[in-house]
């Protein structure tokens, strides 16, 4: 099977599990609809609704292994194979893989389906952002980013990241349940804001730990091995580190100063907002960050979405590695 073959196959993969997570919306929001109506079969209509519910899980779960079907392709695509993390789009979709994951695991264990409507448009959105904005070649990786140490960083980031998501709906979720009074629909079956907050905690509490590995441990080690320091100032090693202080001042907040509701799911918020910036804004907007992903748009496309033509093995190795220096 040809590199070529494996691009094409992970992009299906892609898209098959991006319709079956918004088949998996679906059914949750025919969930909602039974939830808001009012019939004399009540009886009728709580079977209906709770089939939807266990049908929106079912096809999530077999998106998520489509999913990890698509990411394991893109990996094979690569000559050398190689993890599918070199760019943005590989970033996404592994991230939302995570999420995804998350939330379904949480779903068999505990009583978290109500989670399943924002997480599946999440994950739909955000594939589908990087499906038609964030799409990008196959390409080897620089020296600098062939090493143990990025599977070990990456996978950290990637983990901590879909909990630091699913710790942010939590939190999003929560100040709108606490200002609401409905008695039907979606938000009545949302547990009680004691709920919701201790529940984003412990998102919160699992991904930080998570955090701090990737950040300030295998980060600096994978930086020394790959440019001799272990700090360079690079945008991303700094929002990154800005990330951890948010969310450690919110644990901090939390074990110490008693912040529990509104103050702490604020400050979850903002840690979000640092989160994604470092990941997209820096991408976007930063012109000296060492990191492969954050040269903004690229001249070469996938197989699938060719926008330019082949460029020169000169253009190739500049996309990934700058005209002047080598980028991780």
Do not use: C
């Amino acid at each position: 099977m040809t590199d070529e073959w494996w691009e094409t196959f992970s992009y299906q993969g892609v898209i098959a599990a991006a319709v079956l997570y918004f088949l998996a919306m679906l059914a949750y929001f025919f969930e909602l609809a039974g939830l808001r109506s009012v019939s004399k079969d009540e009886e009728l209509d709580s079977r209906r609704t709770a089939v939807a519910g266990r049908l929106g899980l079912v096809l999530a779960g077999f998106a998520v292994v489509v999913h990890l079907v698509a990411l394991v392709a893109r990996g094979l695509a690569a000559d050398p194979n190689r993890v599918p993390w070199g760019n943005m789009y590989e970033f996404t979709i592994s991230g939302t893989f995570v999420v995804g994951l998350i939330f379904v695991v949480a779903a068999l264990r505990t009583d978290v389906e109500w989670l399943g409507p924002l997480v599946t448009t999440f994950v739909v959105a955000a594939l589908m952002a990087a499906f038609l904005g964030l799409d990008d070649a196959v390409l080897p990786l620089p020296d600098a980013l062939n090493s143990p140490w990025l599977v070990i960083h990456v996978v950290s980031a990637v983990i901590s990241t879909g909990a630091f998501t699913i710790g942010a709906l939590l939190s999003g979720l929560y100040l709108v349940k606490a200002r609401s009074t409905a008695t039907t629909g979606y938000l009545a079956r949302v547990p009680d804001p004691k709920v919701l907050d201790r529940l984003s905690y412990r998102m919160h509490a699992f991904g930080f730990p998570v955090w701090t590995f990737a950040v300030l441990i295998t980060g600096p080690i994978w930086a020394h091995q790959a440019w001799g320091a272990y700090w360079n100032w690079d945008p991303k090693e700094v929002w990154a580190f800005i990330t951890w202080v948010v969310y450690a001042a919110y644990l901090h907040a939390r074990a110490t100063a008693g912040w529990r509701g509104r103050n702490a799911a604020v400050l979850a918020l903002v840690g979000a907002a640092t989160l994604w910036f470092n990941f997209i804004g820096i991408n976007f907007f930063s012109s000296s960050s060492q990191h492969s992903y954050a040269e903004g748009a690229q001249q070469e496309r996938s197989v699938v979405l060719r926008v330019a033509g082949p460029v020169e093995t000169a253009q190739e190795v500049g996309v990934v590695v700058g005209a002047d220096h080598a980028r991780a």
